[in-house]
């Protein structure tokens, strides 16, 4: 009962590298999100993913771009690390909300520590 | 696009009392409010729910109102205990574009 996973849980980057912080989910979700999470600012979405073929900006996407490799799985890279960048990152998922249906349950990995010098 | 302020951002309760956290919302078109709870290193929890076309909803010591017409909706926790403390955010979707927008936090603290 996994839910859903995102690796890595801790990660130093230096200003200018590059990392891919992945996440699966094995509830058959369709739509999947990523969101940082930074001090007295909540959860701001980054990209999310309605369903599998599409990826979609979100309100901070600078910096980011995204995969949806399949249904499973939604990665998020960094390709050029800033400071401004070290946050907390979570993965999420959901399931589709049909046409004229309200509100759907997101599910939350456990969070990715990112810390870019 | 929406709005959703969310306050106090920290509050600190005796065990045994009430804790209140409100949260205001800017999109009419929004009809559905989750509350998340997420305890330290831990990734945010489903805690309860409540869809526009309900007023209050209750789960045990945990009750969640809306009021649309002002646009504001309030997580009420009863009896609070230590094992409460921890990180709550209210969220504000439209159903159909699977997005959702958080609150800035509340940090619950209870003593014992």
């Known amino acids: 009962n996994a839910g859903v996973t995102q690796t890595p849980k801790f990660q130093v980057l230096k200003t200018g590298q590059s990392m891919t912080l992945q996440c699966a989910q094995d509830?058959?979700?369709?739509?999947m999100y990523w969101y940082r999470q930074d001090p007295g600012m909540g959860l701001r979405l980054i990209y999310y993913s309605a369903s599998e073929g599409t990826t979609d900006k979100g309100e901070v996407p600078n910096g980011y771009n995204v995969s949806r490799l399949n249904k499973r799985e939604f990665s998020l890279r960094l390709e050029s690390a800033a400071p401004s960048q070290t946050s907390v990152y979570f993965c999420a998922s959901s399931e589709r909300i049909p046409e004229g249906h309200s509100g759907n349950t997101i599910y939350f990995g456990e969070g990715s520590w990112l810390t870019v010098v | 696009g929406e709005n959703v302020e969310q306050h106090p951002s920290t509050l600190s309760v005796q065990e045994g009392d009430s804790a209140v956290i409100k949260c205001t919302y800017s999109d009419s078109a929004s009809n559905y409010f989750p509350w998340y709870k997420q305890e330290l290193g831990k990734g945010p929890q489903l805690i309860i729910d409540?869809?526009?076309?309900?007023g209050e909803k209750k789960d045990q010591r945990i009750a969640v109102t809306l009021n649309k017409t002002a646009k504001h909706f309030s997580l009420h926790i009863t009896e609070t205990q230590p094992e409460d403390s921890a990180v709550y955010f209210c969220?504000?979707?439209?159903?159909?574009?699977?997005?959702?927008?958080f609150g800035s936090g509340t940090k619950l603290n209870v003593k014992p």
């Open positions: 409540i869809r526009s076309n309900v």
């Open positions: 969220a504000a979707s439209t159903g159909n574009f699977n997005k959702f927008y």
């Open positions: 509830m058959n979700h369709n739509s």
